[in-house]
């Protein structure tokens, strides 16, 4: 006599979460040097030390009353001065603080968006494969439809004739997520400039904004001295959601925020509607003293040359096994990696029998790929590789 | 285009909000010490000196990579522990870890509770007035009908016959709030007892359990001596939900959690869909360094005898002045006053006009009171009970 949704969300994990249970049971039979595990996306590179500082100096010097207290629904008002003029700084438009609604991480933020943009029962979001699983759970918990487009394979750009078919009257809003989980694409200019041309027109011809709601947890973890394009430049009707999670390497903390410029139709209805989204939700503020720690480190980034020295050791690695490296992602830390048979989730068996624990891309809604979160230390990598021979070598490579 | 329902809760501030929105505009016309603001529940009492400590302990000696990493979704298993050993020493009921969902304080726990326990759209919580106007929105939010139970004044002990009325097919659960905010009565072991008879009688004759949902922010906020009884203990399936919001002053931190002993029927099923309700929602975990912290803290709380202090100081001095303070609040730090006049929205417009500000009792379904929140300091109050003596005076009193 319970929620029946509610009950089958709580009672099946997330295939990422089984498989990484299943890793710690299986570092306690064979020991944790004989597990290879590539599954959960959690930072490996600890806070920048200047954070840290930061953390301690805020509880040192501080009013505890003030500091551990409630703050405005939408955040504490100098946090908020602070992050839109680092946004202004870094990417123009000039934000102001009636812009940001901090967060109790991405996730809360996604959820009170989809709340927020959610007219009646059965709107449609749109959500290009490959996908991070939960987007499905978050939109269908507000009473949406999630509408999954299949993936371009094999540079995991926006395929704009499938997206302008898929759009509808019933169309809210289209969901991107770029540095992408699981494929490590970055969308280039010209893929949001055509997105953005695509989304005008549409949301013409509709008579309202399709909105285009941006998941960028992943913005700065980039390679090859790229940035990652500002979404908002390429469309207006932008809604950034943001989350210090990776960033900071602080993701149990729970910090994050949706960021509705000035530029987005209906500016003050969406902002009010994302807020009310929250309070309906439960989220009273976003964590107090976080949300002062990173005002304060808006900007720094943990030591995030980690995961690109892993990424390369990958790249060189797999490639010399065999293995198709031809596209190494280009922001995340994870590794999209062509699998060796057709079937991912029989390859991704094989592997587990080697004790070596990748996420098959059919979970993401992208078949004959396999997810390596390589956010672990170099040299679990480097003998990872030994294994990842042998693997090849059961397919003859 | 956005949801109606949202917008509004995102544009209309709550009462409460609204007055202490005012209160700080108005007290930069007139200064601070001319605005006497008991409109918000805002501790305060500093969290303990020990709390304090242990947080810098923490920050100090943990690896900053598991302490602000990632917990299980239901919280870090050695905090859950930690807590359910002190629930057991306490209460009794032998509790485990499998029995507690750390949660992003009490309006996430309740909101998890009544996203679980909804079958189907329509379904119904049964809620006492007067009662904390947010109550309505969480049971909304999950597709639910909140049932409103008229206050029993002037002891707001809980009307037995008007709940057993009031119960139907549709009934899921009965919200309880004790010590109860706003009127700051504890609802006694016999009052508790014949409730858990009527609500197992009742579930008897429904052939499956009516839920009691007991929200137990204030449970350490008694005075005169009194310990707050444990509801479990007079009925079997009693869900409680707790934070360390008001115990340890640490309001904005947002700590709660979800508690769903084993005595509870379908307790794994009801657990489960906690938690699935918490994913479904975009709670990923409770803040990962505040689980620790109040954890380690459990049992400890701030200095609470300057409430007690604060309620004495009311006690006496409006009493002196012609109010009718003959059922101080046995718990909470809230005084729930009767009005001078019957309407007590004019009665509190008065005390406006004389910078004193209250919320009206309708705003929590119960006219004919002003509810004072007297987490001030001491001096304040003090200072305040010459303008009651005006307001008095007003009414010829």
Same mark, same amino acid.
């Given at each position: 006599m319970v929620s029946k949704r509610c009950y089958e969300l709580g009672s099946a994990r997330s295939v990422i979460r089984e498989l990484f249970e299943y890793g710690n049971r299986r570092a306690g039979e064979v020991g944790p040097e004989r597990v290879y595990d590539f599954s959960i996306g959690n930072p490996s590179v600890p806070p920048p030390q200047a954070a840290l500082e930061e953390l301690e100096r805020l509880i040192r010097d501080s009013d505890p009353l003030e500091l551990h207290g409630y703050t405005s629904a939408q955040g504490d008002l100098a946090a908020r001065r602070k992050l839109a003029a680092g946004l202004t700084a870094r990417f123009g438009h000039d934000y102001g603080p009636d812009d940001l609604y901090l967060t109790v991480g991405a996730a809360a933020a996604l959820c009170c968006v989809f709340h927020a943009l959610t007219v009646a029962p059965g709107d449609e979001f749109i959500v290009f494969a490959p996908y991070f699983p939960e987007y499905k759970v978050f939109i269908e918990g507000a009473g949406a439809a999630a509408v999954i487009l299949p993936p371009k394979a094999p540079d995991f750009q926006i395929d704009l004739d499938a997206l302008d078919a898929a759009i509808g009257p019933r169309t809210r809003g289209v969901l991107i997520n770029s540095p992408n989980n699981p494929a490590g694409v970055v969308y280039t200019p010209q893929t949001l400039s055509g997105l953005g041309e695509l989304l005008r027109r549409r949301s013409g011809e509709l008579g309202r904004p399709i909105y285009l709601i941006s998941d960028e947890p992943y913005r700065e973890i980039v390679y090859d001295g790229k940035q990652t394009p500002w979404v908002p430049d390429h469309y207006a009707d932008a809604i950034v959601c943001y989350s210090w999670s990776k960033s900071l390497s602080l993701p149990g903390e729970r910090l994050g925020y949706v960021l509705v410029g000035g530029q987005v139709t209906d500016h003050d209805q969406v902002f009010a509607a994302v807020a009310g989204a929250g309070r309906r939700l439960g989220y009273?503020?976003? !964590?107090s003293l976080f949300q002062r720690l990173c005002a304060a480190c808006d900007g720094l980034t943990a030591d995030l040359s980690i995961y690109a020295e892993n990424r390369a050791l990958l790249t060189q690695g797999l490639g010399a096994l065999g293995?198709?490296?031809?596209? !190494?992602?280009?922001?995340? +830390?994870y590794y999209f990696l062509p699998t060796l048979e057709p079937d991912d989730v029989a390859f991704c068996q094989r592997a587990k029998a080697l004790d070596l624990l990748l996420v098959p891309g059919s979970g993401f809604g992208a078949a004959g790929y396999a997810r390596l979160s +390589?956010?672990? !230390?170099t040299p679990r990598i480097r003998a990872a590789l030994e294994v990842f021979g042998k693997l090849a070598g059961e397919y003859g490579r």
């Amino acid at each position: 006599m319970v929620s029946k949704r509610c009950y089958e969300l709580g009672s099946a994990r997330s295939v990422i979460r089984e498989l990484f249970e299943y890793g710690n049971r299986r570092a306690g039979e064979v020991g944790p040097e004989r597990v290879y595990d590539f599954s959960i996306g959690n930072p490996s590179v600890p806070p920048p030390q200047a954070a840290l500082e930061e953390l301690e100096r805020l509880i040192r010097d501080s009013d505890p009353l003030e500091l551990h207290g409630y703050t405005s629904a939408q955040g504490d008002l100098a946090a908020r001065r602070k992050l839109a003029a680092g946004l202004t700084a870094r990417f123009g438009h000039d934000y102001g603080p009636d812009d940001l609604y901090l967060t109790v991480g991405a996730a809360a933020a996604l959820c009170c968006v989809f709340h927020a943009l959610t007219v009646a029962p059965g709107d449609e979001f749109i959500v290009f494969a490959p996908y991070f699983p939960e987007y499905k759970v978050f939109i269908e918990g507000a009473g949406a439809a999630a509408v999954i487009l299949p993936p371009k394979a094999p540079d995991f750009q926006i395929d704009l004739d499938a997206l302008d078919a898929a759009i509808g009257p019933r169309t809210r809003g289209v969901l991107i997520n770029s540095p992408n989980n699981p494929a490590g694409v970055v969308y280039t200019p010209q893929t949001l400039s055509g997105l953005g041309e695509l989304l005008r027109r549409r949301s013409g011809e509709l008579g309202r904004p399709i909105y285009l709601i941006s998941d960028e947890p992943y913005r700065e973890i980039v390679y090859d001295g790229k940035q990652t394009p500002w979404v908002p430049d390429h469309y207006a009707d932008a809604i950034v959601c943001y989350s210090w999670s990776k960033s900071l390497s602080l993701p149990g903390e729970r910090l994050g925020y949706v960021l509705v410029g000035g530029q987005v139709t209906d500016h003050d209805q969406v902002f009010a509607a994302v807020a009310g989204a929250g309070r309906r939700l439960g989220y009273v503020n976003a !964590p107090s003293l976080f949300q002062r720690l990173c005002a304060a480190c808006d900007g720094l980034t943990a030591d995030l040359s980690i995961y690109a020295e892993n990424r390369a050791l990958l790249t060189q690695g797999l490639g010399a096994l065999g293995y198709d490296t031809s596209l !190494p992602p280009a922001g995340t +830390f994870y590794y999209f990696l062509p699998t060796l048979e057709p079937d991912d989730v029989a390859f991704c068996q094989r592997a587990k029998a080697l004790d070596l624990l990748l996420v098959p891309g059919s979970g993401f809604g992208a078949a004959g790929y396999a997810r390596l979160s +390589f956010c672990v !230390p170099t040299p679990r990598i480097r003998a990872a590789l030994e294994v990842f021979g042998k693997l090849a070598g059961e397919y003859g490579r």
